[in-house]
C-alpha cells in the first residue's frame, strides 16, 4: 500500500477514514495490491455513483499506481461511469438477436420516452439509458436490464412501464435473480461487499438447445432423404393460436 494515502483526495474525513478500511479490506483479498484495481474502482463508484477524478487519485495513491494507469482501466471498462450515473442503469440488449428480436425497437421507444440517448440520464438522475451487448441470456430475447439485473422477453410497452416504474419509486420485480437495488448498492456489491440478496428470486430455465435440436433433426431427414418439416418455435405458436 502506498506511503502518500493522507494525501487530500477530494472525500471528507469521514468518508475518507471509511473507504481506507474497506479499500484495506478489498486489498487483503490479493497477492499484489495492484490486482485489487478493479473492485477498488466499484467501491469509489459505490460512494460518489461513478468514478470521480478524485476517486481515481484515491485508487492511484493506495496501489502505487499513476493517475492516468487508473484512468486507463476506468475508459476500458463501460461499467465505469466517467459522470454521475443514475439511480439505476437501463440497459437494452442491441446486440444481434435481441436487436431483430425487438430491441432496437425498444430502445428507440425507450429514448423517446425518456428523451435521453445512448449514456445519459434523465433530468431527474434516476435512469441513465444504454445500449448494451449480448449478456449471454438470448433464449429470452429481447432482454432489458436494471443495474444487471434481468427483464427478459420484454415489449416496448412492458420496457416503458419498467422504467415508469422505476421513475415513481415503484420498483419492478426483475424476471430472475435478486431484487433491484440503486446503482451505488450494486457497485458496492461489484466491489466485493456481499448484501444477502444473491439468492434471491427464481433462476433462469435450463438451456432450451433449440438450435442444436433443429441442426439434429436436419441432419437426421438428410440423411433419410427427406425434408425436415419442423417450424420454428414462432411458427409453431402462431399456428396454434
Ligand atoms: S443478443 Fe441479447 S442476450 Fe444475447
Not at 476517486?55 to 495513491?61: L, V
Not at 448494451?132 to 410497452?157: G, H, K, S
Not at 448498492?185 to 439468492?199: H, I, K, N, T
Request: aromatic share 8%.
Amino acid at each position: 500500500m502506498s506511503q502518500h494515502t493522507s494525501r487530500p483526495t477530494g472525500f471528507d474525513s469521514a468518508t475518507l477514514t471509511r473507504l481506507q478500511a474497506d479499500a484495506a479490506e478489498i486489498v487483503a483479498r490479493y497477492p499484489q495490491a495492484r490486482s485489487a484495481l478493479l473492485p477498488l474502482l466499484h467501491l469509489v463508484q459505490s460512494e460518489e455513483g461513478y468514478v470521480s477524478p478524485h476517486g481515481i487519485e484515491f485508487c492511484a495513491d493506495l496501489l502505487d499506481l499513476t493517475a492516468a494507469e487508473v484512468a486507463g482501466v476506468v475508459t476500458f471498462y463501460t461499467q465505469y461511469k466517467r459522470r454521475p450515473n443514475g439511480e439505476y442503469t437501463v440497459g437494452v440488449c442491441t446486440n444481434t438477436l435481441c436487436a431483430i428480436m425487438g430491441g432496437d425497437q425498444i430502445f428507440a421507444t425507450l429514448k423517446d420516452h425518456l428523451g435521453v440517448g445512448h449514456d445519459e440520464t434523465t433530468d431527474d438522475g434516476t435512469i441513465t439509458l444504454e445500449h448494451l451487448e449480448c449478456n449471454a441470456a438470448c433464449d429470452y430475447a429481447p432482454v432489458v436490464m436494471v443495474n444487471w439485473e434481468f427483464f427478459d422477453n420484454q415489449t416496448p410497452e412492458s420496457a416503458t412501464a419498467l422504467v415508469d416504474g422505476l421513475r415513481s419509486g415503484d420498483l419492478p420485480t426483475p424476471t430472475r435473480g435478486a431484487s433491484l437495488c440503486t446503482f451505488k448498492q450494486v457497485s458496492r456489491v461489484l466491489a466485493g461487499f456481499y448484501d444477502g440478496r444473491a439468492d434471491e428470486g427464481p433462476a433462469a430455465g435450463p438451456a432450451t438447445l433449440a438450435g442444436l435440436e433443429i441442426y439434429r433433426e436436419q441432419q437426421e431427414a438428410e440423411r433419410e432423404g427427406r425434408h425436415s418439416v419442423r417450424k420454428s418455435p414462432t411458427t409453431e405458436k402462431d399456428g396454434d393460436a
